[in-house]
């Protein structure tokens, strides 16, 4: 599951160094060094200390050297793409920003110039760099990012640091998936829609709460955990599955229709975790005329049932 570490707010700039967790070599030791250089800036970009940072399931793939993004930028490597904090060093050509001003960062820095971002459609930006993917991370006490006119946001006053560290990839990815793509709630009838989330880490308890402010009638909640499912029904989930891991994505899908309208399955499901079972579980939950989400990081080969997805028309989207 994520979590997130908020830090002291009395670091300083060292003219030349700083402290930074690095792995040297995929699922390798993550080590605190002292004497990292603190990277430069570009001249549309900004050097943040950072403030809060969270620790993602997208993170772990890096580690594990799953991520292409990753292996292109090379070892050794600083992970960390969920965070905030303070800017102390600003471009030449930045305009909205200034030193001392608290900010939140997307996990996403898209350009603003290629056709994806003329449509409207930055997630998927043709050039767009990535914190802990493209680029060291935030697992140091510093991160220079580009683009910084373009992709920061202020914090207000009643935002603090850790919860701003949040809306850097988990709420803005459940908000994605649920919302944007997902469309949750918009096509139902008298507004009520079912929506069943497999995974329920940082992003897929990030989904329950965005499907409860939508007002979806019915939540449920997929996971092996108990202590995740029970924070699932603290935000917002109405049903909770408890699966097991020898279960097959066709049993676990089954435990879930039992909660939908007819039995046949969820309005819209999202896999928030990313397995080959949970992926399949999901497609096989969704009820005909359906939708089906992938946020979940994939991993691994899956089987997606392609006769049930054409044969029940459900509506399989991709979310970033």
Not at 202 to 210: A, D, N, Q, R, Y
Request: some cysteine.
């Amino acid at each position: 599951h994520q979590s997130i570490k908020h830090h002291s707010s009395s670091t300083t700039i060292h003219p030349s160094i700083m402290k930074a967790a690095i792995y040297k070599e995929f699922n390798g030791t993550i080590s605190v060094k002292e004497d990292v250089p603190i990277p430069s800036i570009s001249n549309d970009g900004v050097l943040i200390q950072v403030m809060a940072t969270g620790v993602c399931r997208s993170d772990w793939h890096g580690w594990k050297g799953h991520d292409g993004d990753v292996k292109k930028a090379g070892l050794p490597f600083c992970p960390g793409h969920e965070f905030s904090g303070i800017v102390v060093r600003i471009g030449s050509s930045v305009s909205k920003f200034k030193t001392g001003d608290k900010v939140a960062v997307p996990f996403i820095l898209s350009c603003g110039r290629c056709h994806h971002c003329h449509d409207d459609r930055p997630t998927v930006c043709a050039h767009q760099e990535q914190p802990g993917f493209t680029r060291w991370g935030s697992f140091a006490e510093f991160v220079s990012i580009p683009r910084a006119d373009r992709n920061l946001c202020l914090l207000p006053p009643t935002v603090s640091f850790v919860q701003a560290a949040a809306l850097g990839c988990r709420f803005t990815t459940a908000y994605r998936a649920v919302i944007q793509q997902g469309k949750c709630c918009r096509q139902n009838k008298g507004g009520q829609q079912t929506v069943a989330v497999f995974g329920c880490g940082g992003l897929g308890l990030s989904c329950i709460l965005m499907a409860a402010s939508q007002g979806a009638t019915s939540i449920i909640a997929v996971d092996v955990s108990p202590l995740a499912l029970q924070k699932a029904r603290e935000l917002g989930a109405t049903h909770i599955v408890q699966t097991n891991r020898e279960q097959s994505s066709e049993e676990m899908a089954s435990l879930t229709k039992q909660y939908t309208r007819y039995k046949e399955g969820a309005d819209l499901t999202i896999d928030a975790a990313g397995f080959p079972t949970t992926s399949e579980a999901a497609v096989y939950a969704t009820r005909p005329s359906g939708r089906m989400v992938q946020v979940g990081l994939p991993f691994g080969a899956t089987n997606i049932p392609m006769t049930l997805v054409a044969g029940k028309e459900i509506e399989f989207v991709g979310s970033h």
